[in-house]
């Protein structure tokens, strides 16, 4: 063998490759087993498969999770290119060219503005097949991170994680126009369900101002919520665009400090197919136009 030649190594397996990518984006054997509709021994023999051919460990073992090691973050990368471009042969040759873009965005953004601009992207790229989930912020989150959406756009803290695109989330203290309660002792507050975004912040805004408080409803529907402060369930933090005819915003003279910090933030990943970085530049656009009351845009390249 000359110094030019390299030895003959047999070419991966896309299946085996798969396995650890599902792997990866589960964070465990038996979730990824589930959705590969297979067993988990078979998938951890695919895995030890792939790791003897690379000659690397892959995947770091833990005892509630596990999570890809250096090289296998490499591997990852290279991996989620090659399925995809696979898939995109397959359809092709089968007459299906198509993508499948699944989009992640919280409930206040499913509206009047951006409902339009989604079915016009879908109208504008035919062969696209658009999946968009709506939820909580943390869930979206979650999801990205399992490999479960491609793209998200949510909302997060200030800075607490790099995303690609982040723009400034103004909230307002709202209470009902017709029955305000902001008066009461305790003040009722109508948030969303633990660890969901503004609720900890808005307790904690409270207690600074020496009041007493107690929850009077919770929900995950922005729309639920709405509905409980104009109805006179208590008053509750919410973004500037949400807020109706039905409220009246609370301010200095009635005690309540203004809450700063909050974010939109888009996700997706480096290796993000062309349709998903055109839908994200649309994302920004909507953002954009609901936001622009707020002169500043930060922005982290992918």
């Given at each position: 063998m000359t110094g030019s030649e390299k030895p003959n190594r047999p070419p991966?397996?896309?299946?085996?490759?798969?396995?650890?990518?599902?792997?990866?984006?589960c964070g465990s054997f038996t979730t990824a087993a589930t959705r590969l509709h297979s067993t988990q021994s078979t998938v951890s023999q695919k895995v030890r498969r792939l790791e003897e051919l690379v000659g690397h460990q892959l995947l770091t073992r833990g005892h509630r999770d596990v999570h890809p090691t250096d090289t296998g973050e490499i591997l990852l990368i290279h991996a989620r290119h090659l399925l995809a471009v696979s898939e995109q042969l397959r359809e092709a040759l089968a007459g299906e060219?198509?993508?499948?873009?699944?989009?992640?965005?919280?409930?206040?953004?499913?509206?009047?503005?951006?409902?339009?601009a989604l079915a016009g992207f879908k109208r504008q790229y035919p062969s696209v097949r658009l999946e968009v989930t709506s939820g909580l912020s943390r869930d979206l989150l979650a999801s990205f991170d399992r490999g479960e959406l491609d793209l998200i756009l949510i909302k997060q803290r200030r800075a607490s994680r790099a995303a690609n695109a982040c723009y400034p989330e103004p909230v307002q203290w709202i209470d009902s126009s017709e029955h305000p309660c902001w008066q009461q002792d305790p003040i009722p507050l109508v948030t969303f369900p633990l660890r969901g975004l503004y609720r900890d912040d808005m307790i904690a805004a409270i207690e600074a101002m020496?009041?007493?408080?107690?929850?009077?409803?919770?929900?995950?529907?922005?729309?639920?919520?709405?509905?409980?402060?104009?109805?006179?369930l208590g008053i509750?933090?919410?973004?500037?665009?949400?807020?109706?005819?039905?409220?009246?915003?609370?301010?200095?003279?009635?005690?309540?400090?203004?809450?700063?910090?909050?974010?939109?933030?888009?996700?997706?990943?480096?290796?993000?197919?062309?349709?998903?970085?055109?839908?994200?530049?649309?994302?920004?656009?909507?953002?954009?136009?609901?936001t622009r009351q707020v002169p500043l845009k930060t922005r982290i390249q992918a």
């Open positions: 991966l397996d896309l299946d085996l490759l798969r396995a650890v990518v599902m792997v990866a984006d060219a198509s993508v499948t873009v699944r989009l992640g965005v919280p409930e206040d953004f499913v509206s009047d503005k951006s409902i339009p020496g009041r007493n408080w107690r929850i009077s409803f919770t929900s995950t529907s922005l729309t639920g919520i709405q509905e409980a402060v104009a109805s006179g509750s933090l919410l973004p500037f665009r949400a807020v109706t005819e039905a409220h009246q915003v609370l301010g200095t003279e009635q005690g309540f400090a203004p809450v700063d910090g909050f974010e939109i933030a888009i996700y997706q990943r480096s290796t993000a197919d062309v349709m998903v970085r055109e839908l994200a530049a649309l994302l920004e656009e909507i953002v954009e136009r609901e």
